[in-house]
């Protein structure tokens, strides 16, 4: 049996049935739902805006460039600017399933709850997995969750 399990540290988790391409499509759907309303978990990327350059390099003054959120294409700003561009390259892909998901798309959901499960935000992760029994695997991967919740809390 495939399954679409999501768990975190503050419920016990939730199993989907997910053996056919319909109740995949619900299952991701209904998750992409909870995280946006109940979660909020996309009101950051409500105000993305494609970034552009910092005044200092807009005025030729790139010596002052103030590093990580301009985009400059000179030589002296390229470098520093990569992290940058690759994270607005995210957001605004992420806003674009955000909207997309938001008018039923199922498959935009389930690109954007993946993407994001993978960069590990909390409230946002889930696995896909083959069971033989639910309750058991259900049981044992939220107990492994937990842990990874207590030491990741006794680490910071």
């Given at each position: 049996?495939?399954?679409?399990?999501?768990?975190?540290?503050?419920?016990?988790?939730?199993?989907?049935?997910?053996?056919?391409?319909?109740?995949?499509?619900?299952?991701?759907?209904?998750?992409?739902?909870?995280?946006?309303?109940?979660?909020?978990?996309?009101?950051?990327?409500?105000?993305?805006?494609?970034?552009?350059?910092?005044?200092?390099?807009?005025?030729?003054?790139?010596?002052?460039?103030?590093?990580?959120?301009?985009?400059?294409?000179?030589e002296t700003?390229?470098?520093?600017?990569?992290?940058?561009?690759?994270?607005?390259g995210k957001?605004?892909?992420?806003?674009?399933?955000?909207?997309?998901?938001r008018s039923?798309?199922?498959?935009?959901?389930?690109?954007?709850?993946?993407?994001?499960?993978?960069?590990?935000?909390?409230?946002?992760?889930?696995?896909?997995?083959?069971?033989?029994?639910?309750?058991?695997?259900?049981?044992?991967?939220?107990?492994?969750?937990?842990?990874?919740?207590?030491?990741?809390?006794?680490?910071?």
């Open positions: 049996m495939k399954v679409l399990i999501y768990s975190h540290r503050k419920n016990d988790g939730e199993m989907y049935d997910i053996n056919t391409p319909d109740q995949e499509s619900a299952a991701y759907l209904r998750l992409f739902a909870e995280f946006d309303n109940y979660w909020s978990a996309y009101d950051d990327l409500e105000d993305v805006e494609p970034l552009t350059p910092c005044e200092p390099c807009s005025m030729n003054l790139c010596r002052h460039c103030e590093k990580g959120n301009c985009v400059c294409e000179s700003c390229k470098p520093r600017a990569m992290a940058a561009r690759r994270r607005a957001e605004a892909r992420w806003k674009t399933l955000v909207d997309e998901a039923g798309n199922a498959t935009s959901a389930k690109k954007l709850i993946t993407e994001r499960s993978r960069e590990g935000y909390e409230y946002e992760i889930v696995r896909e997995a083959e069971v033989q029994d639910s309750v058991k695997e259900l049981a044992r991967y939220s107990k492994e969750l937990k842990a990874e919740a207590k030491e990741k809390a006794a680490e910071g």
